[in-house]
């Protein structure tokens, strides 16, 4: 694909953080955009701050939507086709996640089931509705947001964080799957898959929302969730940047951090060691800095605390 202008794109998660900045970086190239998000007034600014960016002809709209209700997301599609007069879409970003039910045995059956259904049905839900619409494009490119979580299934010593990966290694696998499913029955629509490491977004105050938590008392949970937005190594931007750069390209797996490289590099090269965490930083420590290192399993600290603080 040598660029994004003319084409109509869809994003879910858009109200914030990664999804945000995919928005704003595709209308700033001439793509259309819909965008979706559950917190309709995060989606509205999102449109109103990407429709400004934006040249003359382009449109984004905002549609409110939570991915883990299959009829929400067939109500996005049709939504999205009537605000953009249009009969088909060339991009799909499924983007949209939260966390929470780290625990399967300690975590309540609703919380986990809650981050479950959005970071996994969600994705499918999204899938089953929209590759009709990229089928009819002749170009498409579905995008599908799992994470470093979906190669490696905990957060560090004492730190399980179940459901999420669950969710993550089904989207990791359901892309895969799809690469020759896809090549066989609608070589027109292509494949990819991003696995973000430690990203400043506000997805540890997403998370407390999404699954009703109220708002922190303690100045101290306050400050972890600002620490994980301001002190990650790579902005939302910057990642949004690696993104699209990779769609572009034509890759189907999007590493996206120097964090996620090195994780990814220490699991594929001793597998067996992938919960053995202290091989794995030594072996994390052979393709990334010490400093960059240390600050993946500090930030990864700072997000279980900060879900467990909101049980």
């Known amino acids: 694909m040598d660029g994004f202008a003319a084409k109509l794109a869809a994003v879910t998660g858009g109200g914030s953080g990664i999804g945000r900045e995919l928005v704003r970086q595709l209308a700033g190239e001439g793509c259309s955009v819909a965008a979706c998000d559950w917190n309709t007034a995060a989606i509205a600014n999102t449109a109103a701050m990407a429709q400004a960016g934006a040249p003359d002809g382009v449109r984004v709209s905002s549609h409110a939507c939570d991915v883990s209700d299959e009829g929400q997301v067939q109500r996005f599609r049709d939504e999205l086709l009537r605000a953009h007069a249009a009969d088909h879409v060339d991009l799909v970003f499924s983007n949209a996640g939260i966390g929470g039910g780290a625990s399967f045995l300690e975590s309540t059956r609703e919380e986990w089931e809650r981050t479950f259904a959005v970071d996994w049905w969600g994705t499918y839900y999204v899938a089953r509705t929209f590759l009709p619409l990229l089928i009819a494009s002749g170009d498409g490119v579905l995008v599908n947001t799992s994470s470093v979580n979906g190669f490696w299934a905990s957060l560090g010593p004492g730190m399980p964080n179940s459901a999420y990966a669950t969710a993550k290694f089904a989207v990791k696998g359901f892309t895969e799957a799809l690469i020759e499913d896809l090549r066989t029955n609608a070589p027109q629509v292509r494949v990819a898959v991003v696995m973000p490491g430690h990203v400043g977004t506000d997805i540890l105050a997403n998370t407390r929302r999404a699954h009703g938590t109220p708002e922190p008392e303690d100045a101290s949970a306050v400050r972890v969730e600002t620490a994980f937005r301001e002190k990650a190594p790579l902005t939302a931007a910057a990642a949004a940047t690696i993104i699209l750069d990779g ?4 890759a189907w797996r ?57 049980d």
Request: no cysteine; net charge positive; aromatic share 6%.
């Open 247 to 250: 769609v572009r390209s034509g």
């Open 254 to 310: 999007i590493l996206v951090g120097t964090d996620a490289k090195a994780l990814d590099a220490a699991v594929r090269a001793r597998p067996e060691a992938a919960y053995d965490y202290a091989k794995l930083a030594v072996a994390a420590a052979k393709t990334a800095a010490e400093a960059q290192a240390s600050n993946w399993f500090a930030s990864i600290r700072s997000l279980v605390d900060s879900l467990t603080h909101s």
